[in-house]
T-cell receptor, first 113, second 111 residues
Framework: DVKVTQSSRYLVKRTGEKVFLECVQD?????MFWYRQDPGLGLRLIYF???????EKGDIPEGYSVSREKKERFSLILESASTNQTSMYLC???FGQGREKLFFGSGTQLSVL | GENVEQHPSTLSVQEGDSAVIKCTYS??????FPWYKQELGKGPQLIID?????GEKKDQRIAVTLNKTAKHFSLHITETQPEDSAVYFC??????????FGAGTRLFVKA
């Protein structure tokens, strides 16, 4: 089974802090994604990557950046956390030809105080 | 922009009854329609999907139907069981990297 592992289940940070969310997948998938999940809004795409060092903006990239230095690892960075970034963050991966079939991690619930 | 509307937001059924969740998409270029189930404390998991060249697909107790003309697709769960209780998301994709998700339906199955 594909395993997508997110480093933290819960995270509490202060406004203005720099926050790193880490994600690792073990199935040699080319594509990796970061979504945020908010009640009543479903899942919204923040950034995705289709190859090492490649990144593309999703639908809500403002306030976020990403890094993909190795194929298996995709990091989401909040340069200066704000309270409106309090949310559940979900990492996902997919293989090249079947890019639409997403495998999700368990999520990181981030609270920014 | 592209949008997927999902109804109802909450659904409560008695064990053994059927449950139906409906979605409507806006982008006529959408050709792939997955359904994800999210259990408490877990990430969403793909449970069934359908492509635009197929009208219906079934996998044991779950089935999905697609009406391309009306841009509607639905998830049907028969003989519901308590372990079906979860949040279900419909989604639509044009085959690229961006998948548009519905807002989710919280399904409660009462024993």
């Amino acid at each position: 089974d594909v395993k997508v592992t997110q480093s933290s289940r819960y995270l509490v940070k202060r406004t203005g802090e720099k926050v790193f969310l880490e994600c690792v997948q073990d199935m040699d998938h080319e594509n990796m994604f970061w979504y945020r999940q908010d009640p009543g809004l479903g899942l919204r795409l923040i950034y995705f990557s289709y190859d090492v060092k490649m990144k593309e903006k999703g639908d809500i990239p403002e306030g976020y950046s990403v890094s993909r230095e190795k194929k298996e690892r995709f990091s989401l960075i909040l340069e200066s956390a704000s309270t409106n970034q309090t949310s559940m963050y979900l990492c996902a991966s997919s293989f090249g030809q079947g890019r639409e079939k997403l495998f999700f991690g368990s999520g990181t619930q981030l609270s920014v105080l | 922009g592209e949008n997927v509307e999902q109804h109802p937001s909450t659904l409560s059924v008695q064990e053994g009854d059927s449950a139906v969740i409906k979605c409507t998409y806006s982008d006529s270029a959408s050709n792939y329609f997955p359904w994800y189930k999210q259990e408490l404390g877990k990430g969403p998991q793909l449970i069934i999907d359908i492509r635009s060249n197929v009208g219906e697909k079934k996998d044991q107790r779950i089935a999905v139907t697609l009406n391309k003309t009306a841009k509607h697709f639905s998830l049907h769960i028969t003989e519901t069981q308590p372990e079906d209780s979860a949040v279900y998301f419909c989604a639509a994709s044009t085959g690229g990297f961006k998948t548009i998700f519905g807002a989710g339906t919280r399904l409660f199955v009462k024993a």
